[in-house]
C-alpha cells in the first residue's frame, strides 16, 4: 500500500498526511504530474503536516502558499510539523481589535 501526502500549494514547505504514517514510512506526494518520495523521520498523524524540505529555526512554515507560523527549531525533510516545532504566528484579538495576553509582540 502507497502512503500519501497532500501538497496544497506550489511554495509550500509542507504537505499534509492523508493517513498515519509510522517512522520510517515512505510517503508519495502528488502535485502538477509529478511525483516525490519523502521518509518520515517520526510518526505523523492523519491531517498532520510533513516538511518536504529543511526549514531552520526562525524561518516562516509555507502552508497554502501563505506562512503558518515559524519553525522554534530546525525542522528536516521528512519531520512532523506540529506544535512543538512551530510556534503559530496568528494573533488572536479581543472584540476591541487587541491581542490577547501572550500574543502583544
Known amino acids: 500500500?502507497?502512503?500519501y501526502a497532500k501538497l496544497l500549494h506550489?511554495?509550500?514547505k509542507v504537505?499534509?498526511?492523508v493517513a498515519d504514517l509510522a517512522s520510517?514510512?515512505?510517503?508519495?506526494v502528488k502535485f502538477a504530474g509529478e511525483e516525490t518520495e519523502y521518509k518520515c523521520n517520526q510518526d505523523i498523524p492523519f491531517g498532520h503536516k510533513i516538511a518536504i524540505v529543511d526549514i531552520?529555526?526562525?524561518?516562516?512554515?509555507?502552508?497554502?502558499?501563505e506562512a503558518i507560523g515559524?519553525?522554534?527549531q530546525d525542522i528536516?525533510?521528512?519531520?512532523w510539523v506540529h506544535t512543538h516545532n512551530l510556534k503559530d504566528d496568528y494573533?488572536?484579538?479581543?472584540?476591541?481589535?487587541?491581542?490577547?495576553?501572550?500574543q502583544e509582540d
Do not use: H, S
Request: hydrophobic share 30%; net charge positive.
Open 91 to 102: 494573533k488572536v484579538l479581543d472584540k476591541e481589535g487587541n491581542a490577547l495576553p501572550g
Open 56 to 65: 531552520q529555526k526562525g524561518e516562516k512554515v509555507i502552508k497554502y502558499g
Open 1 to 3: 500500500m502507497t502512503n
Open 76 to 79: 528536516k525533510k521528512g519531520d
Open 24 to 28: 520510517g514510512d515512505g510517503v508519495t
Open 15 to 17: 504537505a499534509t498526511a
Open 70 to 72: 515559524t519553525a522554534l
Open 10 to 12: 506550489e511554495k509550500d
